[in-house]
């Protein structure tokens, strides 16, 4: 289900995607998938197509923020899936707070890959 999402996101070009295991770690999922979108069109866009690829697949169990641009979240029950903006993304900082849930390996393809430039284009 995770890789489903994870390629959905990717087709729409999502960046920098981690794949947390938080089993032993939660009660109410198995898995956090979080991604960047580069804009509040591209978050939509990622969360339209992750949610088009699951529709028959997995019952949508709940979302927020869908629509707003900036974040949004996909409950899928075993795996809840996290779109962020890059400023959004640092704010909230998912992976440092859960940074005991092991990471699951996923092929990241180059062009999916943050580079040092996206990470602080904010600041320029």
Same mark, same amino acid.
């Given at each position: *289900?995770?890789?489903? #999402?994870? #390629?959905?996101?990717?087709d729409k070009k999502a960046l920098d995607p981690i794949l947390l295991d938080v089993r032993g770690l939660c009660s109410y999922t198995?898995?956090?998938l979080i991604v960047t979108g580069r804009s509040d069109r591209q978050v939509d866009a990622i969360s339209d197509?992750? *949610?088009?690829t699951m529709k028959g697949?997995?019952?949508?169990?709940?979302?927020?923020?869908?629509?707003?641009g900036q974040w949004a979240l996909l409950d899928y029950g075993d795996t809840v899936i996290h779109i962020f903006q890059q400023a959004i993304r640092e704010r909230?900082?998912?992976?440092g707070l859960w940074v005991d849930a092991p990471r699951v390996p996923i092929d990241i393809p180059e062009? #999916?890959?943050?580079?040092?430039e996206d990470r602080y284009s904010r600041f320029a």
């Open positions: *289900m995770a890789e489903r #999402a994870l #390629a959905a996101a990717l198995n898995y956090l197509g992750v *949610m088009e697949i997995e019952p949508l169990l709940g979302s927020e923020g869908v629509g707003q909230y900082d998912l992976e062009e #999916a890959r943050i580079t040092i």
